[in-house]
Structures are given as structure tokens and as C-alpha cells.
């Protein structure tokens, strides 16, 4: 039986130890892992407590990340409750096991800090990672601050493991600026906590000798489209779980989370779409603008990046004049996958509104509170002008000559 | 909202330092935030922690800020680190040195005309003779608590025990003397 452990109804946690701790209390039968910074601190933390006899579970230390997510793979299939942690080089690393675990329908939980991928070699935050794993069949949760990152990794597990869902999630936390900044983090007792995340039911176990079970087969083109099909529809039809344990969660904790969070939209004119520690920090740079300018700025966010909420982004920015998609990632000859998502959403609203696209923060560039009143300011331009008055995708704390790409057709 | 800045050398403690007020002020039913700006930082580089406080819940994720206070806890960087950047006509300094306020300010010119805002402390000669170590983020809580009139002494020294409670209590004293200490030298 493991220890429990006496966490204060205040703690000073940083989203690493907040992301450990939901972790240890979730009570997981496996956690294979290699660390990769900035997450190390998730699986460091872990394995501590996993020695100090905290968890009943086995702490099994790999050779690289694809042997960590392959651990993984074959704990969930023997039917066990499994999670990780990476960020970057080591999410690119796994990926190739990535859909192999959203294949098999194996609800594992993985923590990624996001970082950015190389060359050039960078440890800070960026969504690069995040990005590159959007078609990987994964449900994608995104965390704004140490205590959401704590919040919404007991919602995973409850999510991935829910009978009509059986799929992996990740939980996204901006590295550093959430991963390594202590806030104040409100945790559950153990007992709550694990009370809210369940036992874990083994569904179609392999160590279940009375009804064999085969993971990962081969199917040529005479199955392979309809599992993938199947598999699609399933993380489709998880928003309603997702929306299901969102709101036990507030029931529980009165801390509510929804797949898509608006700020001050209902009377917005503007708005912005961002992912991350970035949606907090524009929250606060449209409230300052409204009160000294009185431009009506709202913020939108996908909480759940994967299922893309297409329905709720849609509801949020539909009465919206213009709005500007922020997009922590290199695009690579593209516009960025934010503003494309959204700008297919509102495609099929009465109103269009005019959407732009912004590339910002890459490699952990800081994005300030004045850059995003700059931001927000430029939207009311294209909104009184009725149309976008500048290129339709710029990059935001960019040095040297300005970038940008694209000018509207529609004046 | 209260913004801190520390420079620090990576190794000296600013973080722990940082995060030790944060616990400290968290107590109090405060919001804080604390983080560092690091990375693939080595020992004895150059680098700064952060702190903010709040009534509220802090939603700011910028780098950026505007100081309030600026601890410096390594006397070498008051002289080779900008100290002042983006500082307020009410930015307080905070500075470890042997040195008097005097022979201090007489040597960094961008310090001349914030005299009245700068306070001296040798947090490295209390932590060597209290701790035994040149760790001097410790005493620079001792300091920052006088200057701030935050806490009364009393009061931080409680909680400060509580948040080093896993230490040996040789360590604790040591760091209760060190605060004690930098409290009531800071000038």
C-alpha cells in the first residue's frame, strides 16, 4: 500500500511538480521514461517518489524515448494504468509509437513541456512539439499554469480510460514559463484526487489468458481504412466525455474547464486565438486595453487542441469583426496551424470575420503584454477598415527586416 | 502587484532563493510567482530569478517587468550585470558588498542618482560565518524583509523554518541566524 503523501491545501509549485504530483496520486501501474529537459523534473520528481515508497507502480528507467513510449505501448496492452513525460527532440523521438498507442485504442497519459525542436538546438518553450504531434490520433489537453497542468492531468486519465474513448492523451505545459515557474497550486487531498481519477478497469487485457487478444495487427486495404475511421470517429465523439469530466471536475474542485475557454468575448469586436502561457498573458493586455483605450478585445483558446473544437471555436468567434491567430511554431511554408483550423471553423459562419495570422515566441523569445496590446490594436485597424490592411501572416518579435506573407483579395 | 528581480551567479541559490520567498509569501494568502531565467546556464554564470506578488492570481507570463526591488547577491555583478535595467524612479536596490554604501555608489555611476534608494549588505561574509558556505540568498531575505516592511522578522523567521523543515536543524539555525543577521545590518 503506498504512503500518502501530506500535501498543504497551498502549495508553491512549479508545473513540473505539479504535473508529478497528479501523477503519484493517480496511483499508475507504469511509467516508462527517458528525461528530456524541460520535463526531467516530472519523471526526476517521480521516481522519488516511486523510491520513497509513494507509489505502488514500477518506475522502469529505458534506453531513449521510443523505447520509453514502446514501455508504455506494452504496459497499457498488458492493461495497466500507464503515463510519461517529454518535450521535443524526445517527443520527435517517440512518435513513431505515438500511433501506434492511438492505434490500439491504449488510454496512456504523456506529459509534454513544449519545446522547441531543432536545428538550432534550444531547450526553451515553444508549440513545435505540440504541432508535431496533431495528427498522431492523441487527444491533446493544453495547460496555461502550474495549476491546470496538475488539474488536467487527473482529467486525463479519467478521459483516455473512459470505455467509449480508449485513447491516449497528452498534456501540454509551456516549458519554463510554466514547467519551471512556482505558483500558487491548489492540490486535491491523495484520497480525492485519486478518487476522482478511479480504479483503473482493464479493458481487452493481454495478460487476460482466457481471452486472447491481438495488439497491433496488420490490415492491408482490406481493414486499415476502417480502423483509422474508427479510430477518428472515436476522438470525435470524446468531446462529450471530455465536456463529461470537465464538469465532474468542477463539481469536485469548482475550477471549471471547457474545450474551448473564451475571455470577454460576448461584447468583443476583436479577438485573439493562442495556445499556452500566452492566452494568460493576452487576458491581461485586453483587459488593460479596454480600460485605457476601450477597444472591446476578447481571448479565445482551444483548451483541447485534439478533437479540434471546430463547433466550439465557431460559437466563441462568430460574432467577432476581426481576430488574429498566434502560432508558437515555424510553419514551414505554410500559414501557421492555428489560423488555418480557425480560419476553416469561421469559413462556415455567416459573418467570416477577417483572420490573421501571427508567428511569435519561437525558441522561448518572450512575448510581452505591450506586444500584445500592439497586436490586438492592429486587429481594430483591419476591423474599422473592414478589411486586413497588412500582409495576412507577420511574425511578432522578430529582429532584423520585416516579415511578412500574403495580402487579402477580399476588400 | 510587488516585482522582484535577483541577479545572481547560477549556483548561489537565487532560485531557491526566489521560490523560498514565494513559499514564504504563499503562507500569507498572497499570490506569488517565482522563476529564473536559465537554461543551459553553467556554475558562476551570470543570471537572474524572479519574483512577483499579488493580491490576486498572477496571470502575467512575460519575461519582462519593472522592478521594484533588485537583489544582487553577488557583489561582482553590481559592477559588470546592468543592474538598472528597466528600473522605476522607486526601484530599490539591494546590493552585497563589503563595501560601504558610499564606496559603492562612488564606483557604479549609474547608481549616483538613486542614492537614497540603494541599500548595502555583505550577505557573502554573513553566510560564510553563519552557514559556513558562500551561499548568500538566505541573508538576502533577511534584508529584502527589512526594506520591504513586508514581514515583521518574527513572522518570516516561522515560516521561513517551515519551509526548510527537511534540512538538519543546524541548517535551520544557521539560516535563521543568517536572516537575523542581514536584517539587521542592511543599511
Redesign the interface.
Known amino acids: 500500500m503506498a504512503e500518502k503523501y501530506d500535501v498543504q491545501e ?3 509549485w512549479d508545473g513540473n511538480y505539479a504535473a508529478a504530483h497528479a501523477l503519484r496520486q493517480a496511483q499508475i501501474d507504469v511509467v516508462a521514461a527517458y528525461p528530456i ?1 524541460p520535463s526531467t523534473p516530472i519523471v526526476e520528481n517521480y521516481g522519488q517518489f516511486v523510491a520513497n515508497g509513494y507509489v505502488d507502480g514500477e518506475f522502469v528507467m529505458v534506453e531513449s524515448e521510443h523505447a520509453a513510449m514502446s514501455g508504455c505501448v506494452g504496459a497499457a496492452a498488458a492493461g495497466g494504468r500507464v503515463a510519461t513525460a517529454t518535450s521535443s527532440q524526445g517527443f520527435a523521438l517517440m512518435c513513431e509509437v505515438l500511433y501506434q498507442a492511438s492505434g490500439m485504442r491504449l488510454p496512456i497519459v504523456l506529459n509534454v513541456v513544449n519545446r522547441a525542436l531543432a536545428s538550432p538546438l534550444n ?2 518553450g515553444d508549440h513545435s512539439d505540440m504541432y508535431l504531434g496533431r495528427d498522431s490520433g492523441w487527444i491533446q489537453l493544453d495547460a496555461f ?1 502550474a495549476q491546470e497542468a496538475y488539474d488536467l492531468n487527473l482529467c486525463a486519465f479519467r478521459i483516455g480510460e473512459h470505455l467509449s474513448v480508449r485513447l491516449p492523451v497528452m498534456v501540454h505545459q ?1 516549458g ?3 514547467s ?5 497550486v491548489n492540490p486535491l487531498k491523495d484520497e480525492d484526487a485519486y478518487a476522482f481519477v478511479g480504479d483503473f478497469v482493464p479493458h481487452e487485457e493481454m495478460l487476460d489468458f482466457s481471452r486472447p487478444v491481438t495488439y497491433g495487427a496488420q490490415t492491408e486495404e482490406d481493414w486499415h481504412f476502417e480502423h483509422k475511421a474508427k479510430q477518428h470517429k472515436a476522438l470525435m465523439d470524446s468531446r462529450a466525455i471530455i465536456d463529461e469530466v470537465f464538469a465532474d471536475f468542477e463539481k469536485k474542485t469548482g475550477r471549471a474547464y471547457k474545450r474551448v475557454e473564451s475571455y470577454m468575448i460576448e461584447d468583443a469586436e476583436v479577438a485573439i486565438v493562442a495556445l499556452g ?2 492566452v ?2 493576452c ?2 493586455a485586453a483587459k488593460q486595453l479596454r480600460e485605457e483605450e476601450g477597444i472591446k478585445v476578447g481571448v479565445v483558446s482551444p483548451r483541447c487542441f485534439r478533437p479540434f473544437p471546430f463547433d466550439k471555436i465557431r460559437e466563441a468567434l462568430e460574432n467577432v469583426n476581426a481576430i488574429c491567430c498566434l502560432d508558437r511554431s515555424s510553419p514551414g511554408g505554410a500559414m501557421g496551424a492555428l489560423f488555418n483550423e480557425v480560419s476553416a471553423a469561421l469559413y462556415s459562419t455567416q459573418k467570416r470575420p477577417l483572420v490573421t495570422n501571427y508567428i511569435y515566441g519561437l525558441g ?1 523569445r ?5 506586444e500584445a496590446k500592439r497586436i490586438m490594436k492592429e486587429q481594430k485597424a483591419h476591423a474599422d477598415a473592414g478589411y486586413i490592411t497588412t500582409e495576412i501572416q507577420q511574425f511578432s518579435g522578430l529582429r532584423g527586416p520585416k516579415l511578412g506573407f500574403f495580402e487579402t483579395k477580399r476588400r | 502587484m510587488v516585482e522582484i528581480r535577483w541577479h545572481s551567479r547560477a549556483g548561489q541559490g537565487a532560485v531557491t532563493g526566489a521560490k523560498g520567498l514565494g513559499d514564504v509569501v504563499s503562507t500569507t494568502g498572497k499570490q506569488v510567482q517565482a522563476f529564473a531565467l536559465y537554461g543551459s546556464a553553467k556554475r558562476g554564470a551570470a543570471m537572474r530569478a524572479y519574483n512577483r506578488i499579488d493580491d490576486t492570481q498572477i496571470i502575467n507570463h512575460e519575461k519582462f517587468m519593472l522592478p521594484d526591488y533588485v537583489l544582487v547577491i553577488d557583489p561582482a555583478l553590481a559592477f559588470t550585470d546592468n543592474i538598472t535595467d528597466n528600473d522605476k524612479p522607486s526601484t530599490k536596490y539591494i546590493i552585497t558588498t563589503h563595501l560601504s554604501k558610499e564606496e559603492l555608489i562612488a564606483q557604479i555611476p549609474t547608481l549616483q542618482d538613486k542614492k537614497d534608494r540603494v541599500f548595502v549588505v555583505d550577505c557573502m561574509e554573513i553566510s560564510l560565518s553563519t552557514i559556513g558556505r558562500a551561499i548568500p540568498n538566505t541573508p538576502m531575505l533577511g534584508a529584502f524583509v527589512k526594506i520591504s516592511k513586508m514581514f515583521e522578522l518574527d513572522y518570516f523567521l516561522e515560516r521561513m523554518k517551515k519551509v526548510l523543515s527537511k534540512f538538519p536543524q543546524k541548517i535551520i539555525d544557521s539560516n535563521m541566524e543568517a536572516i537575523t543577521r542581514a536584517y539587521n545590518e542592511v543599511n
Do not use: P, Y
Open positions: 497551498v502549495e508553491v529537459t531547450v526553451r499554469n509551456d519554463f514559463v510554466t519551471h515557474t512556482a505558483q500558487n502561457t500566452t494568460e498573458t487576458i491581461l522561448g518572450d512575448f510581452s503584454i505591450a
